[in-house]
C-alpha cells in the first residue's frame, strides 16, 4: 500500500492510493467514480473550469476529454503541481499553486468549479465552502468519500486498521445526507450521483437555480 504524501503535516496529492490501485475491485470502483465525473462535468457543458484541490491531475484528465473548457488546476502543493505538469500536456490547462481557503477569486468567474476529495481533509470545511461560493461559478461539482461506507471498504481490505478504516488526512467524514445538507447552505444540488462509496453532487448557486 503506497503511503500518504505529507507536507507540512497535511496529507497531500493521492500518492498513486487510490487512482493507480491494481486491485480488481478498487479499479471497478474508480471506474465507476470516474463515469459520474464525467458524466456530470459533460452535463454542465462548461465554457472554463477552475479546479480546486487537483492534485496529480487524475480529474484533470477527465475534464480534458469531456469538456472543451480550459483549465484552470490548482492545488496547495508545488511538488503535486509538478507531478500533474509531467503527466499532462495541454495547452487548455494551467497550473497554479494555491490554498482553497485563500484562493482569490478568478476573474473572468469561472463556469465550473470542480472541488473533488478535498473538503474531507480540511479542518474548516466551512470556511472551503465559502471561499468556493466566491468563485461565482455557474455550476459547481463536489464529491467526498461516502461514510461510514468508505471507512467500512477500508477495513474490508485491511487498510488503516488502527485507524477504524480512516484513511491518512482525512478529517471530515460525511453521509450523503449530511453532505447534502452542508453544501445546501451555499447551494442547490441538481443531480446526486452515489458510485461506491462516494458521494458526486453537480450543484448551483441557489440564485441560479431559482
Known sequence: MASP??????????????????NP???HLLREFDRAISELAAHAAPKSILE????????????????DAPILATDLSESVLDDARQTISSDRVTFRAA??????????????????????????????LEALQRQRGN??????????????LNMARGAYLKEFGN????????????????????????IIRAPLPWTVVLCCPHDRAA
Open 5 to 22: 504524501r505529507i507536507e507540512n503535516g497535511i496529507v497531500v496529492g493521492t500518492s498513486g492510493a487510490k487512482y493507480e490501485s491494481k
Open 25 to 27: 475491485l478498487a479499479i
Open 52 to 67: 480546486v484541490g487537483c492534485g496529480e491531475g487524475h480529474i484533470v484528465k477527465l475534464l480534458l476529454d469531456v469538456t
Open 99 to 128: 490554498d482553497i481557503i485563500e484562493i482569490d477569486p478568478v476573474e473572468p468567474a469561472p463556469d465550473l468549479v470542480v472541488c473533488c476529495e478535498v473538503l474531507e481533509h480540511l479542518a474548516d470545511p466551512q470556511g472551503g
Open 139 to 152: 455550476w459547481y461539482l463536489l464529491s467526498v468519500p461516502r461514510e461510514p461506507v468508505w471507512r467500512m
Open 167 to 190: 484513511s491518512p488526512g482525512h478529517l471530515q467524514h460525511w453521509s450523503q445526507r449530511q453532505f447534502l445538507k452542508f453544501i445546501g447552505q451555499a447551494f442547490e444540488p441538481m
